[in-house]
């Protein structure tokens, strides 16, 4: 069994700053890439950003130059660093990971979602 656990989302005022934090546990053999979404009310749930095993990273437009997202390998945790938040950043935010087993299968697996404010 496999867990992705998300902490760090919270209320903070435009022009403030979070991290998000996504640490996978259980039954890992190796994780590929990792992710954060996001879903607003009343919206599709849309990627913010993404990163390979290797560290290649790629970002939504609306966040490039704000959002900064990194790896540990070693923890097997994925990050998000958010800088000059906006309302419109307001959303819950999801990671999720490519994890492959000992047998070779790769499932993707999401995390339960942390809520992220940003007031005007």
């Known amino acids: 069994q496999v867990q992705l656990v998300e902490s760090g989302g919270g209320l903070v005022q435009a022009g403030g700053s979070l991290r998000l934090s996504c640490a996978a546990s259980g039954s890992i053999f190796s994780i590929n890439r990792m992710g954060w979404y996001r879903q607003a009310p009343g919206k599709q749930r849309e990627l913010v950003a993404a990163?390979?095993?290797?560290?290649?990273?790629n970002y939504a437009d609306s966040v490039k130059g704000r959002f900064t997202i990194s790896r540990d390998n070693a923890k097997n945790t994925v990050y998000l660093q958010m800088n000059s938040l906006k309302p419109e950043d307001t959303a819950v935010y999801y990671c999720?990971?490519?994890?492959?087993?000992?047998?070779?299968?790769?499932?993707?697996?999401w995390g339960q979602g942390t809520q992220v404010t940003v007031s005007s």
């Open positions: 999720n990971a490519d994890i492959g087993d000992s047998k070779g299968y790769v499932y993707l697996y």
């Open positions: 990163i390979a095993s290797g560290g290649r990273s």
